[in-house]
């Protein structure tokens, strides 16, 4: 019984937060030395502009629209509200299956997406990860041509639906 009393305040110790890890620092500052993998547009237009405008975009480009989800109507299914928000996933099986030959789990990557937000504020937003960036996570080789010209593209995608 005398021993119970040290090892509960060790274990306490033990499974208290590091100073590093406070309860008041947000998780952006504990991970502020990591790389920011999403890449946010402020578009100079309207939701329903923007998202026309990144359809005719994705079109333009040849790419397959796969799929878009609502998750602002979701949201708005349980009587909750994001605003508008709509991710849009595309891509190109051409350029994709390379990268997934070489490591299947680039599948989690892939196919592409952009979620168009105009969340509470209203301010509508372009957000999509940097896949070259991505990528650095897989068994990806030799393929940095390629990653730059998917990159490439989905940055003048972004561009082009942000553009008044």
Do not use: W
Not at 58 to 66: D, T
Not at 102 to 125: A, C, F, H, R, Y
């Amino acid at each position: 019984m005398k021993y119970l009393l040290p090892i509960a305040a060790i274990l306490l110790s033990a499974c208290s937060p590091s100073p590093d890890t406070a309860d008041d620092q947000s998780y952006t500052e504990k991970t502020k030395d990591a790389p920011m993998p999403n890449i946010i547009v402020k578009s100079a237009n309207n939701f329903a502009t923007t998202e026309t405008k990144l359809r005719l975009a994705i079109e333009e480009k040849g790419l397959k629209l796969f799929t878009v989800v609502d998750h602002g109507a979701g949201a708005k299914s349980v009587d909750a509200d994001i605003g508008e928000s709509k991710l849009f996933i595309f891509g190109n099986p051409k350029a994709g299956t390379p990268l997934m030959t070489d490591d299947v789990q680039m599948g989690l990557e892939l196919p592409l997406k952009i979620l168009i937000t105009s969340g509470m504020n209203k301010e509508t937003q372009i957000i999509y990860k940097d896949i070259a960036e991505s990528a650095q996570n897989y068994n990806i080789n030799g393929k940095d041509q390629l990653l730059g010209k998917i990159s490439e593209n989905l940055n003048a995608l972004a561009t082009a639906a942000a553009a008044q």
